[in-house]
């Protein structure tokens, strides 16, 4: 069973820093996804952030030029560098994963979030 524990939430003021970790625990997936999702209060959940085989990024514009994802050399941990935080990045952050399937990003596995609140 792949497990996914994101850290790092909390609160910072408009123009600060944060960086979330995600750890998986029995992620066995030779070709692989990982990727982080926000949901801000009252919207829908959506996609901010991916990292893909060989170290391949991907972002929304929202946040392109402001947060960096990258993984460790064992995998086992994706990070969220998040610079220049604004206001409406406030949402809570969701780290998933999985398998890499005919060039799609499948993703199976979820955590059960982190909290960012960045004030202005």
């Known amino acids: 069973q792949v497990q996914l524990v994101e850290s790092g939430g909390g609160s910072v003021q408009a123009g600060g820093s944060l960086r979330l970790s995600c750890a998986a625990s029995?992620?066995?997936?030779?070709?692989?996804?990982m990727a982080w999702f926000r949901q801000p209060p009252g919207k829908e959940r959506v996609w901010v952030a991916s990292i893909y085989n060989r170290g391949n990024t991907k972002y929304a514009d929202s946040v392109k030029d402001r947060f960096t994802i990258s993984q460790d050399n064992n995998a086992n941990t994706v990070y969220l560098q998040m610079n220049s935080l604004k206001p409406e990045d406030t949402a809570m952050y969701y780290c998933?994963?999985?398998?890499?399937?005919?060039?799609?990003?499948?993703?199976?596995?979820w955590g059960p979030g982190t909290q960012i609140n960045v004030s202005s």
């Open positions: 998933a994963a999985g398998p890499l399937v005919v060039s799609n990003c499948v993703f199976k596995h």
């Open positions: 029995a992620y066995t997936y030779s070709t692989y996804c």
